[in-house]
């Protein structure tokens, strides 16, 4: 099997226990030799020495780093999709009940009570979409980077899946209803990101997923020169957005004149 499909069998095996943490628990009394990422690296050692027997060492030395680095990689990426998405929900359950405890307490105030109370109302309206935004911008991410690595198999065990399913929907619906308050009491309408944001939203998450995976394969391969010159180019992306729209530009060099 190539990386991807050795990978991708894997999954399909540890998914059947239904949750990462079940998947662990299997795993505690296991010998060493039986825990994934060992499993995993000595069947791709094997299979990419079985076709060169017979050639120079150099050249099976270097298949067989091929293989070990596709497959870590995936590994490492399929863990850190689930890691990051966990990591997500946790954080985005209490941003929602957060924004929803708002919106109910600013519904709920008799019109004129309060003379902020609209545009406090309209700040909740698009910090739900804004949520719900980021929560669709990691999804597509996630789309992205198994189709790339994973021959479109989903990374995430299913109760995470489930988790990240109702997580979505309810962000939804608290978009909507706050939306739908400030509708009522003629606030401005919810302006939406361009298509081209959301892209690159997205590209950028994607990257989050892969450069650390990426650093972390080569770290454990003991490559770490190419490991720092990933990290170091994807930390700069992160700095390089942080900044202002405006220093972007002036960063950028000149096109060719034509």
């Avoid at 008799?110 to 739900?128: F, N, Q």
């Avoid at 065990?157 to 939804?172: D, I, K, N, Y």
């Amino acid at each position: 099997m190539t990386p991807t499909q050795r990978i991708v069998a894997w999954l399909d095996e540890a998914h059947a226990f239904g949750s990462l943490e079940a998947y662990v628990e299997s795993l505690l009394d296991q010998p060493p030799e039986a825990f994934p990422l060992n499993r995993l690296t000595r069947e791709a050692a094997i299979a990419a020495r079985a076709p060169l027997r017979g050639k120079p060492t150099e050249i099976i030395n270097a298949a067989v780093r091929k293989a070990l680095r596709e497959t870590v990689f995936r590994f490492d990426l399929v863990m850190r999709i689930n890691v990051t998405v966990h990591e997500t929900l946790e954080r985005e359950s209490l941003v929602q009940a957060l924004i929803a405890s708002n919106v109910a307490l600013l519904m709920n105030l008799e019109k004129g009570a309060e003379p902020s109370y609209l545009g406090r109302l309209v700040a909740c309206r698009d910090a739900a979409f804004a949520r719900v935004d980021e929560l669709l911008a990691l999804a597509e991410a996630r789309r992205v980077v198994e189709a790339r690595y994973l021959d479109s198999r989903a990374a995430l065990f299913p109760e995470l899946a489930e988790r990240w399913s109702e997580c979505v929907h309810e962000g939804q619906v608290l978009a909507v209803m706050a939306e739908r308050g400030v509708e009522l009491d003629g606030g401005p309408p919810f302006e939406p990101l361009e298509s081209d944001v959301l892209a690159s939203k997205a590209a950028q998450l994607g990257r989050d997923l892969v450069d650390p995976a990426r650093t972390t394969t080569l770290e454990k391969l003991d490559e770490g020169r190419q490991a720092i010159a990933i990290a170091t180019g994807w930390v700069r992306s992160k700095m390089e957005l942080s900044r202002p729209a405006s220093d972007r530009r002036a960063r950028r060099p000149p096109s060719p004149r034509r």
